[in-house]
């Protein structure tokens, strides 16, 4: 009797297809949600990764077996100095072609931003003027946003001056001149991320992924490999021939580019927001990133990207059950954080 076939799932998923390298370092939010706070706000903060340590918290989770004992938490910290809103822009809508730029006002950046770094040609500025234009304009428009820029030289761990720019869409209430008044009284100044999120709030975390360069398809997508026992004239990393006729099919796993990707992780909930760095770091500093110097965001958790990298951190378009049924968000109860040294000493 002749051996049955085996079937078997493919392997990986087809909806981060295709796995090329991420376009900018500094990921674009593609999608914002509405959000109902009664107050305008920014719906998005960008912030650096610094690295992972450990934390026991009392579980505070409704309907959970551990609610109300204290459970172990990996986390991650995010330092997040307060970012400067550089520009405000208006949005229109058309149905031919989405969302387009109406206009934008830019504000005087202080020198010791060194947005020349990052902007090249500012032109001439006028933000009243360029204000009153766009007030004229709001009755077209659909979204407010601004353009905020990090300040990098008041975080611990990078030694670069040159200012990350993204925008961020002004949301928390449905009234437009409500979210234009905010927005351009906010031009010009510092927001800190106290202003945006509280702690034990839920948010989403977009960065690029850690790159691992040309990988092989048992890496890529995990597919199975060869028995090694067996005799393999041409490897036991390969897959067979899956083609029908006119070369290989889009959904057969391929070797490629791996990591370095634009990814989102959902629902990862803020337990500690603080600007005492020696709270969070631990002895000997974090690996590869140093001792954190400016306020910094503590999230449950692992999020993508290696240490120093950016991430943003928005509003979430998905919150849990349990998060929405809450009727007031409190702030986790933190029993121990470890500073341990993470040096292997």
Request: net charge positive.
């Amino acid at each position: 009797m002749g051996a049955r076939k085996k079937h078997a799932p493919r392997r990986g998923s087809m909806g981060f297809s295709p796995r090329k390298r991420a376009s900018r370092l500094v990921p674009r939010v593609k999608s914002w949600p509405d959000v109902d706070l009664g107050r305008p706000t920014l719906l998005g903060f960008l912030g650096y990764k610094v690295g992972m340590t450990h934390a026991y918290i009392v579980d505070d989770r409704p309907g959970r077996p551990t609610h109300g004992k204290e459970i172990f938490v990996p986390v991650t910290v995010v330092e997040t100095p307060p970012l400067f809103v550089l520009a405000v822009r208006l949005y229109g809508y058309d149905p031919n072609r989405g969302l387009y730029s109406m206009g934008e006002a830019w504000a005087y950046p202080p020198p010791e931003l060194e947005i020349w770094r990052k902007v090249k040609t500012l032109g001439s500025l006028d933000p009243d003027k360029k204000l009153k234009e766009l007030e004229e304009m709001l009755p077209l428009a659909r979204e407010v946003r601004v353009l905020a820029a990090t300040q990098p030289k008041l975080v611990g761990g990078l030694s670069k001056k040159k200012p990350d720019i993204i925008e961020v869409k002004v949301g928390g209430t449905s009234d437009l001149g409500e979210l234009f008044d905010y927005a351009s009284k906010r031009l010009g100044e510092l927001v800190k991320i106290q202003e945006v999120f509280a702690e034990g709030q839920m948010v989403d975390v977009i960065a690029v992924t850690k790159g691992k360069g040309f990988q092989g398809v048992v890496k890529r997508w995990g597919v199975k490999e060869l028995p090694r026992w067996h005799k393999h004239r041409k490897g036991s990393r390969r897959i067979g021939a899956r083609s029908h006729g006119k070369g290989v099919w889009s959904e057969t796993p391929q070797a490629g580019q791996t990591g370095f990707h634009r990814r989102t992780e959902y629902n990862k909930r803020i337990l500690m927001i603080d600007e005492d760095g020696y709270k969070i770091t631990p002895a000997g500093g974090f690996l590869h990133y140093g001792v954190v110097r400016s306020t910094y965001t503590v999230l449950a958790g692992s999020i993508p990207g290696t240490p120093k990298r950016p991430v943003v951190l928005r509003y979430p378009v998905r919150p849990p059950r349990w998060y929405l049924a809450l009727e007031e968000v409190k702030k986790p109860q933190i029993t121990f954080v470890s500073l341990q040294s993470k040096q292997g000493n």
